[in-house]
């Protein structure tokens, strides 16, 4: 990102009664980890067995990216004021643009907009860093997934218009995870 938010991480990013955002700091990456394993649950339920060793390939790449959007200062968390944290979203950049590198709540935190409250901070996170759209990857076929996103303002990128960084990141993705050929981008503008 050319620029992020100017608060600590410490600082509330945005508030609601019982939770609020906050930029996660580098640290937390195992509880980033833990959130996202939760949340793969719901993933496993609708077949899609997302559950690597810990040396996988797949799992270094996406640690990887996760560390860039940590260092950052791109990641944000959702925190429940009584059970602590419970989900995040975190932004990288493909070809130019921003990248929903990853968005994921826990399994007992779903239905209660927390998602989407997500969605909608990291699009102000983009904003406040002059980026004109958000690209994202994820599964075309799963009721929640793709219809989630179009609710929230993306529609479904042809493969013809995506960046050689994007068509890049939807092969590795198609080459490590089931149902490769459900992996669809989605792009979202900011205008």
């Given at each position: 990102m050319r620029s992020v938010?100017?608060?600590?991480?410490?600082?509330?990013?945005?508030?609601?009664p019982d939770f609020f955002i906050r930029r996660a700091d580098p640290a937390e990456i195992d509880v980033?980890?833990?959130?996202?394993?939760?949340?793969?649950?719901?993933?496993?339920?609708?077949?899609?067995?997302?559950?690597?060793?810990?040396?996988?390939?797949?799992?270094l790449h996406e640690r990887c990216r996760w560390e860039a959007c940590l260092a950052a200062g791109t990641v944000l968390l959702a925190v429940d004021r009584a059970s602590g944290p419970?989900?995040?979203?975190?932004?990288?950049?493909?070809?130019?643009?921003?990248?929903?590198?990853?968005?994921?709540?826990?399994?007992?935190?779903?239905?209660r907009g927390i998602g989407t409250w997500l969605l909608g901070a990291v699009s102000v996170l983009a904003k406040a860093a002059d980026e004109r759209s958000i690209v994202l990857t994820t599964y075309g076929h799963l009721p929640w997934n793709r219809p989630?996103?179009?609710?929230?303002?993306?529609?479904?990128?042809?493969?013809?218009?995506?960046?050689?960084?994007?068509?890049?990141?939807?092969?590795?993705?198609?080459?490590?995870l089931p149902r490769p050929e459900q992996r669809i981008a989605m792009r979202r503008s900011l205008a």
């Open positions: 938010l100017s608060s600590p991480m410490n600082v509330e990013l945005d508030v609601r980033l980890g833990a959130i996202d394993d939760d949340a793969a649950a719901l993933f496993r339920e609708a077949g899609l067995d997302l559950d690597f060793p810990p040396r996988h390939a797949f799992v419970v989900g995040f979203a975190m932004l990288g950049r493909l070809d130019g643009e921003a990248y929903l590198e990853q968005i994921s709540v826990r399994a007992e935190a779903t239905r989630f996103y179009e609710r929230n303002g993306y529609a479904a990128v042809h493969e013809t218009a995506c960046g050689h960084q994007l068509a890049r990141e939807l092969e590795i993705q198609r080459r490590w």
